[in-house]
Structures are given as C-alpha cells and as structure tokens.
C-alpha cells in the first residue's frame, strides 16, 4: 500500500526527472541516442508522477523505472559522471520504495 501523497510523488518525479535530463545533457555530446533516450524517459517520468492522483502507481513507476534504468545501464561507468548514473538509480529506488 502506498502512504505517499499526491504531493510527495510529484515532487519526488520532479527531482528524478531533472537528475535524468542533466545525465541527458552531460551525455548528448557523446551519444546523442542515450540523450534522447533519456530526455523521453525523463519527460515521461515527470509524465506519471505528475498524472497520479490515487490508487498504487507502484506498477506504473516500475515498468518507467525499468526503461530508465535500461538507458541508465547503456552508459559506459568509465564516463566521467559516471556517479551520476548511480544516484540516478538509487532515487529511482527510493521513488518506487
């Protein structure tokens, strides 16, 4: 059962696209595929947490958590802001929590 608020989840996708669409920024140089790739899953991160209003949005945030973290995963670690990919997943993590 989800004890978050409406609120909570929006702020929350709020914070986890933005961390999205500056990995998308940092990336574009170097493979503007995964950018775009990770500027759509941003946008419909913010998409979904945005439309929740009731009910468990635990399989809605799952299934675009999965499809990020398949972007997120085609990052090579040796990038410099590869710590950034980790956080990214980890605040994924704890949306879905």
């Known amino acids: 059962m989800c004890t978050s608020t409406v609120n909570e989840i929006k702020a929350d996708g709020v914070v986890v696209s933005n961390a999205l669409l500056a990995l998308a920024r940092f990336e574009a140089p170097l ?9 759509t899953a941003a946008n419909a991160l913010l998409a979904i947490t945005n439309g929740w209003s009731t009910g468990s949005p635990v399989a809605i945030l799952n299934d675009a958590a999965s499809a990020v973290e398949v972007i997120l995963g085609a990052i090579p670690m040796t990038a410099i802001y ?8 980890a605040a994924l993590d704890l949306l879905i929590a």
């Open 31 to 39: 493979n503007a595929t995964a950018a775009a790739d990770l500027t």
């Open 82 to 89: 590869a710590p950034l990919v980790a956080i990214a997943v």
